[in-house]
Nanobody
Framework: QVQLVESGGGLVQPGGSLRLSCAAS????????MAWYRQAPGKERELVAS???????SYGPSVKGRFAISRDNAKNTVSLQMNSLKPEDTAVYYC?????????WGQGTQVTVSS
């Protein structure tokens, strides 16, 4: 089993910054991919950013240049630095870990961008 626990969400004004963190525990294998997804009300869950165990990153077009994903393989953690936040970034953010053909999810953390 794999457990993922997110932290760092909250309320921030437009133009502000937040940092999300996710800690993975349990049966973690090397070569996994960790990622952040988000889901806004009435919308489908979308990929925000992903990072391989080797450090290769990929970003969704709406966050490229504003968000940065990083990971610590020794600690099995992944972080998402979010800058220049916009109201349209408001969503529940989920940490995901893909390995062995399966994807595991955290419980989600709310990010609200509003003045």
């Amino acid at each position: 089993q794999v457990q993922l626990v997110e932290s760092g969400g909250g309320l921030v004004q437009p133009g502000g910054s937040l940092r999300l963190s996710c800690a993975a525990s349990g049966s973690i294998f090397s070569g996994n991919v960790m990622a952040w997804y988000r889901q806004a009300p009435g919308k489908e869950r979308e990929l925000v950013a992903s990072i391989t165990s080797g450090g290769l990153t990929s970003y969704g077009p709406s966050v490229k240049g504003r968000f940065a994903i990083s990971r610590d393989n020794a600690k099995n953690t992944v972080s998402l630095q979010m800058n220049s936040l916009k109201p349209e970034d408001t969503a529940v953010y989920y940490c995901g870990l893909a390995q062995g053909g399966l994807r595991h999810w955290g419980q989600g953390t709310q990010v609200t961008v509003s003045s």
